[in-house]
Every structure is written in structure tokens, then in C-alpha cells.
């Protein structure tokens, strides 16, 4: 299975990507958790990386592009992939577009999870992350067991002013990329409202 997850930030992309690859068994490939990773290794990337995230814009298409076409020619993504957060510009699209067709391979669907702008704020700003497991929470809708609740740590990109920028990247940049994939009748569009496990279940039925 070879699947792109899109979505505004903080639609549940990375939550109800956990849950899918339990069930599916592909990797998850997440452009963001790649240039995390990279800030907290101090790597120059990281560096590269961090001015653009902090700012709530997007990291430069050529870092992205190398980055993730790297990622692809891993082994473990020989046998499907869940990407998150990536394509996110029309070059990108066109760059993972020539990669899967080098390979001789080609893209399952495109999921794209709806939010509303509204709800996007309260979700961000009370997001949580273990940073022992990854695993992700938020302050009310689904707080960290009181076990861990000392050690979850908020995303530095999560500041409202950030998410705001983040949210404008979203629609100017990525959002354009949804019409391309449609026109190849790829796109299932999924409601990102209720809860977790009401959105897995939407999930499923589509994919299935
Ligand atoms: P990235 O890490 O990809 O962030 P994002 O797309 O903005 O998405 P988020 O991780 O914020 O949200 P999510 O949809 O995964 O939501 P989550 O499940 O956590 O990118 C970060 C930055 O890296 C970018 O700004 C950019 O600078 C750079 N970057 C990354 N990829 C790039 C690329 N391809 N090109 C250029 N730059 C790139 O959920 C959010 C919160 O809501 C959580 O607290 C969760 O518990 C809660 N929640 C989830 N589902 C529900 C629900 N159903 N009801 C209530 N609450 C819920």
C-alpha cells in the first residue's frame, strides 16, 4: 500500500497514523518527525530546518525533496508507505510523481483529512508528545495518563502565532496539490471531526 495522508496541521494525521500502521503494516514516512529529529541531532539540516519550522513555514523544496527521496530508497519502504506531511508543494508532488515511476511503482490513494480552520488552534496549541514513545495527546481531549503526565513536552512550532502561519502555508502552498491528485482520481476526502476512534473507523471503511 502506498499512501499520502494530507490534512491542515493538527487534523490528526500523525494520530491516526498510529493507529493505521498497526493495522497495515507499511511504514510511516513523516517529513516533520525527519526535520525533528534532525533539530535535536544538531545536524545542519536541523539547523537548515529549524529557522523555517519556528517561523511556521515551510522548509526549502530542495531539503525536502533530497530528504525524502532518500527515505524511499530505504528498504523497509520497498513495501509501502504512509507519507505524512509530504507532498506539500506542487515541485514536491512532481518530485515523488518522477520517483514512484522510476521505481515502477505507483501511489494507492491520496487521504485527506478535513478540518475546519476553527478547530484547528485548540487542537495544536493543546497538543502533547511523549518523548519517550512519540506518542500523541492533548491536554483535553485526550490528556496523558497521570503516570507520564510529568514528562510530555509541546511542540515548539505549536505557539499560536506559529499555527497560524502554519495554517496560511497549508492552504497557499498544499492545499493546490489536492486538485492534481483528483484529477487522477486518487483522493478520498475523510471528516477529521469527532473523536479518534470515530475517525479510525472512517479510515478503515475507506481504505477497505
Ligand atoms: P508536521 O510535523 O508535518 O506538522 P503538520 O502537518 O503541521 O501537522 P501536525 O503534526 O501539526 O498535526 P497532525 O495532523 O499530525 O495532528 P496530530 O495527530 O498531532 O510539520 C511541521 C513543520 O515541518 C512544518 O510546519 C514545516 O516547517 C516542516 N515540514 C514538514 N514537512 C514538510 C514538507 N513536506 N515540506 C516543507 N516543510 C515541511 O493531532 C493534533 C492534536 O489534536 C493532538 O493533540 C491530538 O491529540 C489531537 N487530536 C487528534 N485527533 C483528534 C480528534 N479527532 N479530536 C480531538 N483531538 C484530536
Redesign the pocket.
Known sequence: MRLIFM???????????ARLLSAFGVCHI????M??AAVKAGTPLGLQ?QR??SA??????AV?IGL?RERLKQPDAQRGFLL??????VP?AEALAAALEADGVALDGVLV?EVPDAYIVE??V???TDPETGT???VR??PPPAAIAARVVQ?K??AEEVVRE?LA??HAQTAPIVPIYEARGLVRRVD?????D??TARIQAVLA
Open positions: 490534512g491542515p496541521p493538527g487534523a490528526g494525521k500523525g494520530t491516526q497514523a513523516s517529513t516533520g518527525d526535520f525533528r530546518a523555517h519550522m511556521g513555514e515551510l522548509v526549502p523544496d525536502t525524502v505524512d506531511g509530504f507532498p506539500r508543494t514536491q483529512l487542537r495544536i493543546g497538543r502533547r500523541i495527546y492533548h481531549f485526550d511542540r512550532d505549536d502554519r502555508a497549508y477529521g471531526l469527532g473523536t479518534p470515530e475517525v
